[in-house]
Structures are given as C-alpha cells and as structure tokens.
C-alpha cells in the first residue's frame, strides 16, 4: 500500500474513534454518568475493536470480488468472528457484561454498515465520473 491509502486509513480510523468516543461521553453525561465505569480498559478495547474492523474493511473490500455486496460479506463475517473472539478474550481479564456479545454485535455492525455505504457512494460517484471523462474524449 502506497503513503497516501495508510494517510486515509489512519485518518478514517482516528476520526471514527474520536467521534465514537466523544459520543460516549456524551451519553454517559445525559445519563448522570461522570466518570466511565469501566475505565481505561474500555478505551483500549474500543481502539481494538475498532482497528479490526477498519482493517478487515479495508484489506477485504479491496478484493477483486463482484458483486460490491459479497466483496463486503467477505469482510464482515471473519472480522466480526475476530471481534467476538476479542470480546470472550477480554472477559480473561475481567467479568463480561450479559449484554458484551449483544452490544459488540450492535455497535460493530452498526458501524460496518456505515462503512459499506459509505464506501459503496464513493464507488458508484468514481464509476459515474469515469463514464463522463470517457465520454469527453
């Protein structure tokens, strides 16, 4: 991968970890919360998980499989086994939540989905502009 794909990846993952942590807080505000109960921990399982997804999504959307939507089921599956993977590694360390799992799947999906949207406007806007310029000439 050249300089500017890794600027993009790391950009994308520092912008989706900071608005996911900062809306977080928020909520745990709104809710009386003024302190995170689980702590530091929850920071770096946070930055874990969603380091798995950014990866998976990238190294597996850019596979030269059609169609766009099994490209991405290709990614989903294995990274969201790997997050549930991290997610029972890190009930080792201290009690789960009853809902880690639920939650893990919510969120984790949630944001994949954002993602394939995402990436699939980016796909159909080149697409579209590659028919204008091949028209042009």
């Known amino acids: 991968m050249n300089k500017k794909k890794w600027i993009r990846i790391v950009s994308i ?9 900062l809306l977080n807080s928020v909520l745990y ?12 921990w929850h920071e770096l399982d946070r930055a874990m998980v969603l380091l798995i997804g950014i990866a998976a999504f990238e190294l597996c959307t850019n596979l030269p499989v059609k169609p766009l939507a099994l490209r991405y089921l290709i990614a989903y599956i294995p990274s969201q086994l790997l997050a549930f993977a991290y997610v029972w590694f890190s009930g080792l360390r201290e009690p789960l939540a009853k809902t880690a799992y639920r939650d893990i799947w919510i969120n ?9 949207i995402m990436n699939t406007v980016v796909y159909v806007f080149k697409k579209k502009e590659g028919r204008k310029e091949k028209g042009m000439t």
């Open 13 to 21: 993952y520092s912008i989706i970890y900071t608005v996911i942590t």
């Open 108 to 116: 984790f999906t949630g944001l994949f989905v954002l993602l394939c």
């Open 29 to 40: 505000l709104c809710n009386g919360i003024y302190e995170d109960p689980s702590g530091n």
